[in-house]
């Protein structure tokens, strides 16, 4: 497999990583806010976090030594 496509199926695989992360920390996040877990500061922790990987990306990789 070329450098170029084993870097596309890196990025697509943590694109994918980082929605699923944000997603499930939102999930989270509102069964503290229902009650249904013990809130200690989760809820907007977790929202944070969710924010904080959406705004990350991930497009940043490149081929060692290329850069």
Do not use: H, K
Request: net charge negative.
């Amino acid at each position: 497999m070329s450098d170029a496509t084993q870097i596309a199926l890196a990025q697509q695989a943590l694109s994918r990583a980082t929605a699923t992360l944000a997603v499930q920390a939102e999930v989270l996040a509102d069964e503290f806010a229902r009650g249904n877990l013990a809130d200690y500061g989760g809820a907007d922790a977790l929202r944070l976090f969710a924010a904080v990987v959406r705004a990350g990306g991930g497009n940043d990789l490149q081929v060692m030594g290329s850069a």
